[in-house]
């Protein structure tokens, strides 16, 4: 039987679903509970590649991401790896997938495969909640503005990888922009959520940078409170499905010396609304 428990400050942690075999039934649980909650965590699961890709086609269809490198064979499954000798992590900081594009990826779906013996955790922050307690002010303030998302800074030719090792992550030409609603209507759950983040948001649109800069950083702020974070603790065959219209992310990078190994497939998402 599908057990379903809400975790205190972001997301719920499934249990009673095996994923290679889970029934429609199952899948529709699963689906709502990520739409309701933000993201959900599943232990013990026995994903391989073929069955990670047969699994996320039953959710969505799947969208292929322009900047991760691909796993040999499959071009579903984007490559999350950190090896013994690199010091720099991928998505350390707090952001929210593809909002640089026109239809935002609704999630993604993350198994690990090898994992430190300490850390490398993932926190996840609830984007509902953080709507939710802001003052009825500044709610209609920001009711009547959309942001600018943009990727260049991070993936570009002289975007932020560029002097690191991880230079691998720089040099791309695709390069969007799109413009989103700052607060949206979560097009699963009907629920409000706020919908910018410090990894992709340039600016609100009809601002400047530095006209937007202090409401941004105020938002980044208040969203990034402990009481709207979970702390999820891997192990292999742990798997996270979050929805990148209703939670950030963020990887912590303290296990150097460790190797930590990830496959990730993007599931495609919808215009968002007001």
Not at 50 to 55: L, S
Not at 101 to 125: N, R
Not at 219 to 235: C, D, G, M, T, V
Request: proline content about 5%.
């Amino acid at each position: 039987m599908t057990a379903i428990k809400a975790l205190e400050g972001c997301g719920a942690l499934i249990e009673g679903i095996d994923l290679v075999d889970a029934r429609d039934h199952e899948i529709d649980a699963l689906r709502s509970a990520v739409f309701d909650y933000g993201v959900a965590f599943l232990h013990d699961q026995r994903l391989t590649p073929e069955t990670h890709i047969a699994f996320a086609e039953r959710v969505g269809p799947i969208v292929i991401n322009r900047y991760f490198p691909k796993t040999d064979k499959y071009p579903q499954i984007a490559k999350v790896e950190k090896t013994e000798v690199q010091t720099l992590n991928i998505g350390g900081g707090w952001h929210t997938d593809h909002s640089y594009d026109e239809e935002p990826a609704m999630g993604s779906i993350l198994v690990a495969l090898e994992t430190p013996p300490h850390g490398g955790d993932t926190l996840f922050a609830n984007m509902y909640s953080a709507y939710d307690v802001l003052s009825d002010g500044l709610k209609k303030t920001l009711s009547g503005l959309r942001a600018v998302h943009g990727t260049a800074h991070v993936f570009g030719k002289a975007a932020a990888y560029a002097n690191t090792e991880r230079k691998e992550f720089t040099g791309s030409t695709d390069l969007p922009e799109s413009t989103h609603p700052v607060v949206i209507v979560h097009p699963g759950s009907g629920k409000k959520a706020l919908y910018v983040n410090p990894g992709f948001t340039l600016r609100f649109d009809g601002w400047t940078a530095e006209e937007s800069a202090p409401l941004l950083a105020f938002l980044y702020e208040h969203a990034s409170q402990p009481h709207f974070i979970y702390r999820f603790s891997w192990k292999p065959g742990s798997v996270a499905i979050w929805d990148n219209r209703a939670t950030w992310h963020k990887a912590m990078n303290d296990y150097h010396g460790h190797r930590r190994l990830m496959h990730r497939i993007t599931i495609a998402g919808e215009r968002l609304t007001t």
